[in-house]
């Protein structure tokens, strides 16, 4: 029996991780919350009325489906065992050989604080044309 790779995430990173593996001898198993890929570059569009929201939307299972060693699960991952080897989801454990995490990156704060805040300078102390820094960077903990 072929080893199982478990991919966490549906996106640009979880789907090339998923192809990548199509001539691989394993079962990859992707998993998402969401039975879609977003492409959210052009998501402002769709809010525009410049773009039918299906244009930018695939239905991942369409994107994998000449891809006979693999398999989507419509599933939220909630949380992980690396002994045991296995992933928590709504929907029971799943077991894997390897695992690829690539859940993306989230806007949704973080103990009161949102991301944003503890990972990036404020535009004001992004460097100028001239390459100064106009002020020190205030990001409060």
Do not use: K
């Not at 919350?33 to 773009?51: D, E, I, K, S």
């Not at 909630?78 to 050989?97: C, I, M, Q, W």
């Amino acid at each position: 029996m072929n080893p199982t790779v478990v991919v966490v995430g549906a996106g640009f990173g979880g789907l090339r991780a998923a192809r990548a593996l199509r001539r691989a001898p394993v079962e990859v198993v992707l998993v998402d919350r969401h039975n879609y890929h977003l492409f959210q570059p052009l998501l402002y569009q769709v809010a525009t009325a410049g773009l039918e929201p299906e244009q930018i939307a695939r239905p991942v299972r369409a994107i994998l489906r000449r891809q006979r060693n693999a398999d989507f699960r419509l599933v939220e991952v909630t949380g992980l065992d690396l002994g045991r080897r296995e992933l928590a989801t709504d929907a029971g454990p799943l077991r894997y050989d390897y695992l690829v995490l690539a859940a993306g990156a989230g806007s949704r704060p973080t103990r009161g604080r949102s991301p944003t805040t503890t990972s990036c300078l404020p535009w004001a102390a992004r460097p100028t044309f001239s390459g100064s820094t106009p002020c020190a960077a205030t990001a409060s903990p």
